[in-house]
C-alpha cells in the first residue's frame, strides 16, 4: 500500500519530516521525528541497511560535528576544559545531539524519495507546474550524483595504485592529497555536461513547456489520506511547539 | 589483480603476500594499472606535473627525478607537451601521459586495461613498440583487449572469455 504512493505524496511527505527538523529544537522531539522518519522510510520500501551502512563508514564526521558544534556553543555545565579554555559544556552536548538528529532525520527523510523512479520525479514536478527547466535540472542532477560519487571513489583508488598510502601521509599531506580528487572530477564532469548537451541538441531536444506524457501521475484515495495526515500533524507539532 | 575488488573465491598473493592483506597504495609501487579511461587517473594541471605527482607525495626531491621525467616524456612522445594541461590533450596523448605515469614507479608488472581504445593506427603502433621495449626490459604484463592484432604482437599467452568460459589459446 505505502509502497505505491504517488511520488507527489513522497515529496509532501518529506518536506512535514524536514521542516521540524530544521525549526524544533528540542532533543525529544527531533527523536520522536527521527524515529517516524525511519518507519515511513522502512513502510515505503527503501533501502535504509545500506544508507545505514554507508553512514557507518563516516561515524567520525558526525562524531567531528558533534564536538565542534559543542565547542562553540559554550551553555550548561563544564565537562572538559584544558586551562581556561572550555571544551565541552552540558549545553554543547545537547546542541551538538539536536544537530546530529537533524542530519539523520534529513537524509533519512530523503531515503524515501530514493524508492521512486527519476522519470516519476520529474513528472511529478511537471504536474505540479514547476518549470521544466527546473525538474529537468532535478532529473539531471539525480542521475548524475551516483557517477559523482563512482567518480571520487575511481579518483581515490587510482590515487592509491599510484602507490600513495593516504592513511600514511602527514595530515597537511593527506588534505594536499585530497585536493586533487576534485580536479578530475571537476573536469570530468564539465566534459560530461558539454557531451549530454551536444547529444540533447543533436536530438532536436528543447525544454519546451507545452509537452505530451506517456507517464501522467494519478493520485489514488491513500494518497490524499497521507497528505492530510502529514500537514495536520506538521501544523500540530509546531503549534505545539511555539505556543506551549 | 590490484586488489580493488575482493575475489569471490582463492586468493590473490603479490610477493607472497595475500592482495586482501595489502592496502592498494603497497600494490601500487609494484603493479602498474592503466585504466580503461585515462582521466580517471590524471590528476594534475600540467603534463610534467602528472609525472612527478607520486614522488612528490612520496617525499622524493624533485632534482633527483627530473632526468627520470625527461625520459619518461622522450619515451612516451610527451615531450612537445610537458607544459601543457593534460585534460586538452587528444585521447591518445592522455592514454600516453597515464601510462607514462604509471611507469614513473618503476613497477615490475603492469596490468592494461583496454589501452588501445580510441587510438589510431599510429597511436597504437607507437604504443606496441613502448610496451615491447618494456617487455624487453623484464616487465611483466597483462593486457585485457579486444584488439586482437595488438595483443597478438605482445602476447606470450592468450585466454580468451567466451559465453563466459576460459579459452586458453597458444601463441
Redesign the interface.
Known sequence: MFKRLDVRTKIILVLCLSTPAVLVQDPYMLTAVLIISILLSIFIGSDLKKILRSLSRIWYIFFTLILVQSIFTGSGMELLSIGRFTILTGGGIIKGVEFMLRLLIIIISATIMTTSNQREIVQGLNQWKVPYEISFMVSIAIRFLPMLAA?IK??L?????????????KFS?RIK?YR??F??VL??TV?KAQKLSVAMEARAFRAYPGRTSYLVLKFARIDYFIISISLVLIAAILFFYYYF | MTGILEPEKGSVFLEGKDLSTVTPGQTGRKIGYLFQNPDLQIFTLSVKEELLFTHRFLGDPSEDIEPEVDRMLELFHLSSLKDQVPFNLSRGERQRLALAAVMMNGPGYLILDEPTTGLDSIRKKILLDILKGQLENGTGMSIISHDHDFIRDLSHRIIEIDDGRLIEKDV
Open positions: 567518480e575511481n579518483t583508488i587510482a590515487i592509491q595504485l599510484r602507490g600513495i598510502d593516504p592513511q600514511k601521509l599531506k592529497l586533487y580528487i580536479s578530475p573536469i570530468n566534459k
